[in-house]
C-alpha cells in the first residue's frame, strides 16, 4: 500500500487504522473527518507530507509516531487537541504550525523530533505556552508576521498612488503643447487652436526652445484676453 484516498462517508480515522504501512508514501483525507486516533499514523516511515482537512477537531496520542519521513505539517484551526506523543521520533520533521484553536497539546508531543528547529505559533497561545519542544527549536510569531504584511501592502498602495499621480501631470502638460502649431527647424509659434482666454507661451515644445511667434498665429482667436 503506497497511497489512499479516504472516501467522504468516513468521519473518523480509528486508533491504529494504518499502523507500520511503510510504504504509504501519501494520503488524502476528506473534510468529513472530524478525528484522527491514536497511533493512526504510528510506523509510516515513508510518509513525506500529510494535509490534515479543517474539519478535524482532535488528533490522537502516538498519530504520527516514527514518521520518519515527514517534514513538515500544519495543523489547521480547526483543530483544539494534540495527544501525547503524538510526533514522537519524527527525526526528520523541521517545522510545524499550531493555530490559536489548539487549547491541549499532550506531554512530550515532540520527542525525539531532532531536527525540529521551527515552532510557527501566536503570541501567549497554548503552542506558545507548552515547554517540552526541542532545545534547538525557535518559535516564529504568526502575529509579527501577519502585522509585516500588512505593512508592505500598505506601502504598495503609496507608492502606486504616487506614480499615477506623476503620470496624469505629465499627460496634461503634453495636451497643452499640442495646443500650438509648431515649426520646430524655425523654433516658431505658427497658430493656436485652443479656446482658453488666458496664454501662456511655453519656454519649449517637444525639447525645442520658441524663438518666435508667427505671423497670425493667434488670428482666430477671439477668445484670448491676455
Do not use: W
Not at 52 to 77: K, M
Not at 148 to 163: A, G, I, N, P
Not at 205 to 212: E, F, S
Amino acid at each position: 500500500l503506497t497511497s489512499i484516498k479516504i472516501p467522504t462517508s468516513v468521519t473518523s480515522i480509528g486508533d491504529y487504522a494504518f499502523e507500520y504501512c511503510k510504504n504509504l508514501t501519501s494520503i488524502e483525507i476528506p473534510n468529513s473527518v472530524t478525528s484522527i486516533g491514536g497511533f493512526a499514523f504510528g510506523g509510516c516511515s515513508s510518509l513525506t507530507s500529510i494535509t490534515i482537512p479543517n474539519s478535524v477537531t482532535s488528533i490522537g496520542s502516538f498519530a504520527f509516531s516514527d514518521c520518519r519521513s515527514l517534514t513538515s505539517i500544519t495543523i489547521p484551526n480547526s483543530v483544539t487537541s494534540i495527544g501525547h506523543s503524538v510526533f514522537y521520533n519524527c527525526v526528520c520533521l523541521t517545522s510545524i504550525t499550531i493555530p490559536k484553536s489548539v487549547t491541549s497539546i499532550g506531554s512530550v508531543a515532540f520527542e525525539y523530533c531532532s531536527n525540529l528547529n521551527t515552532i510557527y505559533c501566536y503570541k501567549n497561545s497554548t503552542a506558545d505556552t507548552y515547554t517540552s519542544y526541542p532545545v534547538a527549536a525557535t518559535k516564529v510569531y504568526l502575529d509579527d508576521v501577519t502585522t509585516t504584511e500588512s505593512t508592505t501592502e500598505s506601502t504598495s498602495v503609496t507608492e502606486t498612488t504616487t506614480v499615477t499621480s506623476t503620470e496624469t501631470t505629465t499627460e496634461t502638460t503634453t495636451t497643452v503643447e499640442n495646443l500650438f502649431s509648431f515649426n520646430s527647424s524655425t523654433g516658431t509659434i505658427t497658430g493656436y487652436s485652443g479656446s482658453e482666454k488666458v496664454v501662456n507661451i511655453p519656454s519649449n515644445i517637444g525639447g525645442i526652445y520658441v524663438k518666435a511667434i508667427g505671423e497670425n498665429a493667434f488670428k482666430n482667436n477671439t477668445d484670448i484676453e491676455t
